[in-house]
């Protein structure tokens, strides 16, 4: 299984970026590494998901090195509502029963 | 549009006795999952259903049934609640495939005394 291990709490400051590092030192070749983020009483939500290299959308962007065994959730610019917890999760080669959540990094945004 | 519904939003209960948490989507996904989420543990899988009358068990489907009659359902039942059960409940869809993205409900607030 291609378990995940994440900073489990991270603050910053608004209008800082906001990088935060996902270990998966045993990926799949065919794994995908996804992130999800969660505000309080909801559901996660996808942000953005990469195989390789740098993915970007509106909201953040994505690094990932050539080894694939990390990889880097970045936040531009965050605000007081980027408050949140943010998953990282790997999978895809396995089945869904393979996907696992880890236990989140707990960011807090201070004016 | 509602998208992905559940209920109840909030449930307490006694150990032992059964309960059904209900999932609903309006999105005709092929696949559903249902996670639990605990402090410090993150989310769950407990189960996962690629279509109607197929599911399959996640990391934890210990003391939980499910079953999908109808692609727009998908209930959890813990056949005999126990305190350990407590939790918050996560329903999610996803079109299909791997990799995908999972659409999550608003979640249930189970306690079970």
């Known amino acids: 299984l291609a378990k995940t291990t994440q900073p489990i709490s991270m603050d910053s400051y608004e209008g800082q970026e906001v990088n935060i590092t996902c270990s998966h030192n045993n990926i799949a070749t065919n794994d995908y590494i996804t992130w999800y983020q969660q505000f309080p009483s909801q559901g996660p939500r996808f942000i953005i998901q990469g195989y390789k290299t740098k993915v970007t959308n509106e909201v953040a962007s994505l690094f990932i090195p050539a080894d694939r065994k990390s990889s880097t959730l970045s936040l531009p610019r965050v605000s007081l509502s980027d408050t949140a917890v943010y998953y990282c999760l790997v999978g895809g080669s396995g089945g869904y029963n393979k996907l696992i959540f880890g236990a989140g990094t707990r960011l807090a945004v201070h004016p | 549009d509602a998208g992905i519904t559940q209920s109840p939003r909030y449930k307490i209960t006694e150990t032992g006795r059964q309960v059904t948490l209900m999932c609903h989507q309006t999105?005709?996904?092929?696949?559903m999952f249902w996670y639990r989420q605990d402090l410090g543990h993150g989310l769950r899988l407990i189960y996962y259903s690629a279509a109607a009358d197929i599911t399959d068990k996640g990391e934890v489907p210990d003391g939980y049934v499910v079953s999908r009659s109808k692609t727009e359902n998908f209930p959890l039942t813990l056949e005999s609640a126990t305190r350990s059960q407590t939790s918050v409940y996560f329903c999610?869809?996803?079109?299909?495939?791997?990799?995908?993205?999972?659409?999550f409900g608003p979640g249930t607030r189970l306690t079970v005394l």
């Open positions: 999105w005709s996904h092929s696949y």
């Open positions: 999610a869809t996803s079109s299909g495939g791997i990799p995908d993205t999972q659409y």
